[in-house]
């Protein structure tokens, strides 16, 4: 993996009513336009599965919609993202992390981007240099502790 450098030329994905978002400080993604995108671009991402954990103290958190649990498509991938070297976070599917956890199933599709291709779904242009220098930061430290901290094999959520 290489360090990355922020797009001066970056445009953010701005919303619309109706669009799906998720994030809050320091991060935001367009959700709407990352799952068309992937549409369009099947052959760009890494298809494959995710681990789904038991349910813990943090596991299906009050924010979620209740009433929308039971009608999540489980066969719909999830949209996983490369934060650091180590590290994939869930952008896309917590409630159907949720109804898995609660119907015993232990794992998911689930669509992986690169560090370079959830950058274009960011909100904002400062997001994308905040990225890039957390990115940065967080490369150096994975070599320099020689990735012993690096996860290997499926996710888990």
Same mark, same amino acid.
């Given at each position: 993996?290489?360090?990355?450098?922020?797009?001066?030329?970056f445009?953010?994905?701005?919303?619309?009513?109706?669009?799906?978002?998720?994030g809050?400080?320091?991060?935001?993604?367009?959700?709407?336009?990352a799952?068309?995108?992937?549409?369009?671009n099947?052959?760009?991402?890494?298809?494959?599965?995710?681990? +789904?954990?038991?349910?813990?103290?943090?596991?299906?958190?009050? #924010?979620?919609?209740?009433?929308?649990?039971?009608?999540?498509?489980?066969?719909?991938?999830l949209?996983?993202v490369?934060?650091r070297?180590?590290?994939?976070?869930?952008?896309?599917?917590?409630?159907?992390?949720?109804?898995?956890?609660?119907?015993? +199933?232990?794992?998911?599709?689930?669509?992986?981007?690169?560090?370079?291709?959830?950058?274009?779904?960011?909100?904002?242009?400062?997001?994308?240099?905040?990225? +890039?220098?957390?990115? #940065?930061?967080?490369?150096?430290?994975?070599?320099?502790?020689?990735g012993?901290?690096?996860? +290997?094999?499926?996710?888990?959520?």
């Amino acid at each position: 993996m290489k360090k990355m450098k922020a797009n001066p030329d970056f445009i953010p994905c701005l919303p619309v009513p109706g669009d799906e978002m998720l994030g809050g400080f320091p991060f935001n993604w367009h959700i709407s336009k990352a799952a068309a995108w992937i549409e369009e671009n099947p052959g760009q991402v890494e298809l494959s599965v995710v681990q +789904v954990g038991a349910p813990g103290p943090l596991a299906d958190s009050s #924010n979620l919609d209740e009433e929308f649990i039971p009608q999540a498509d489980l066969t719909k991938p999830l949209i996983m993202v490369r934060m650091r070297p180590e590290f994939f976070r869930l952008i896309d599917g917590n409630h159907r992390v949720a109804k898995a956890r609660r119907l015993g +199933v232990k794992e998911l599709p689930a669509y992986y981007l690169t560090q370079e291709q959830h950058r274009q779904f960011f909100t904002s242009k400062d997001m994308d240099e905040r990225y +890039v220098g957390y990115w #940065n930061g967080k490369l150096k430290d994975f070599k320099r502790d020689k990735g012993r901290w690096g996860v +290997v094999g499926e996710v888990e959520v």
